[in-house]
């Protein structure tokens, strides 16, 4: 099993830029897709970005890609998502999440989560 917590959420104005991290406790980080995925109010889960175990695969979501990446630390068990120019859009909670086999967008197919944490965009 996986433990997943969740940091570097807060405040910032439309333009700037946030880190969020993700640090992994438990199995073995480095045998684990990681993902990123965001919740607006009212709305569904949507799929975010996601990296392979060894970081040389990435997918991300369109209204994301090229202002968004994803990397990650195997020897710190960290996964990290890097926003650019962040738009009033991006604010939801994003959350973290682990499951083996390929990267992919589909929600259903990871098997481990974090809390969460609030990102807002303020226009």
């Known amino acids: 099993q996986v433990q997943l917590e969740e940091s570097g959420g807060g405040l910032v104005q439309a333009g700037g830029s946030l880190r969020l991290s993700c640090a992994a406790s438990?199995?073995?980080?480095?045998?684990?897709?990681m993902g990123w995925f965001r919740q607006a109010p009212g709305n569904e889960r949507e799929f975010v970005a996601a990296?392979?175990?060894?970081?040389?695969?990435?997918y991300y979501d369109d209204f994301v890609k090229g202002r968004f990446t994803i990397s990650r630390d195997n020897a710190k068990n960290t996964v990290y998502l890097q926003m650019n120019s962040l738009k009033s859009e991006d604010t939801a909670v994003y959350s973290c999440?682990?499951?083996?086999?390929?990267?992919?967008?589909?929600?259903?197919?990871?098997?481990?989560w974090g809390q969460g944490t609030q990102v807002t965009v303020s226009s």
């Open positions: 438990g199995d073995t980080f480095s045998s684990y897709v």
């Open positions: 990296i392979s175990g060894n970081g040389g695969t990435t």
């Open positions: 999440a682990a499951r083996r086999g390929v990267p992919g967008a589909v929600t259903g197919e990871y098997d481990y």
